[in-house]
T-cell receptor, first 113, second 115 residues
Framework: GNSVTQMEGPVTLSEEAFLTINCTYT??????LFWYVQYPGEGLQLLLK?????DKGSNKGFEATYRKETTSFHLEKGSVQVSDSAVYFC????????????FGAGTTVTVRA | GAGVSQTPSNKVTEKGKYVELRCDPI?????LYWYRQSLGQGPEFLIY????????DSGLPNDRFFAVRPEGSVSTLKIQRTERGDSAVYLC?????????????FGQGTRLTVV
């Protein structure tokens, strides 16, 4: 079945540091890949997505590239801000039922001023 | 409303009781989803509605769980004979349609605690 494994947290960084959160997946076929973010007190929000191999999703300074050869979708940001403190979830959609998302366990990121 | 609304935000119930969790999706969204998030885990799919019908209920853990969406808008997740293992955050999401490329918008969830 589909599964997502992401880097365990929590991760604590200083402002302007480089952030990487690793995500690897197991799936049949070529699913779409997503990163969701949950800010304190808010619901899950789509951060970025990629729908096919070698696509790069980007938003708010975050990037992730769909790597079929390594079944990975690592999230990166070059210079984090305190406002990036949140829980980040990697997810994939089921190839046959693409409304159905499978999520990783989430990585808590705290950015200190 | 502007976003997906879930009520109540918190619910504490005794083991064996019946609970209902409500989801009010974004107006005009035909697709609605329920997920369950246990502590330290990512959300897990429970059920998907397209309009009034449950198009996929394969994630419901057992027959104590049931969900309805009678008018194609508000949905209610119903849990009978609650057990302590049902304690989790229940998330609702909606999207304009059920296509995977259409963004799903999530509510803030209902935190259910069974004591």
């Amino acid at each position: 079945g589909n599964s997502v494994t992401q880097m365990e947290g929590p991760v604590t960084l200083s402002e302007e540091a480089f952030l990487t959160i690793n995500c690897t997946y197991t799936a049949t076929g070529y699913p779409s890949l997503f990163w969701y973010v949950q800010y304190p007190g808010e619901g899950l929000q789509l951060l970025l997505k990629a729908t096919k191999a070698d696509d790069k999703g980007s938003n708010k300074g975050f990037e992730a590239t769909y790597r079929k050869e390594t079944t990975s979708f690592h999230l990166e940001k070059g210079s984090v801000q305190v406002s990036d403190s949140a829980v980040y979830f990697c997810a994939l959609s089921d190839v046959r039922r693409d409304y159905k998302l499978s999520f990783g366990a989430g990585t808590t990121v705290t950015v200190r001023a | 409303g502007a976003g997906v609304s879930q009520t109540p935000s918190n619910k504490v119930t005794e083991k064996g009781k019946y609970v209902e969790l409500r989801c009010d999706p974004i107006s005009g969204h035909t697709a609605l989803y329920w997920y369950r998030q246990s502590l330290g885990q990512g959300p897990e799919f429970l059920i998907y509605f397209q309009g009034t019908g449950a198009a996929d209920d394969s994630g419901l853990p057992n027959d104590r769980f049931f969900a309805v969406r009678p008018e194609g808008s508000v949905s209610t997740l119903k849990i009978q004979r609650t057990e302590r293992g049902d304690s989790a955050v229940y998330l609702c999401a909606s999207s304009r349609d059920g296509a995977g490329n259409t963004e799903a918008f999530f509510g803030q969830g209902t935190r259910l605690t069974v004591v």
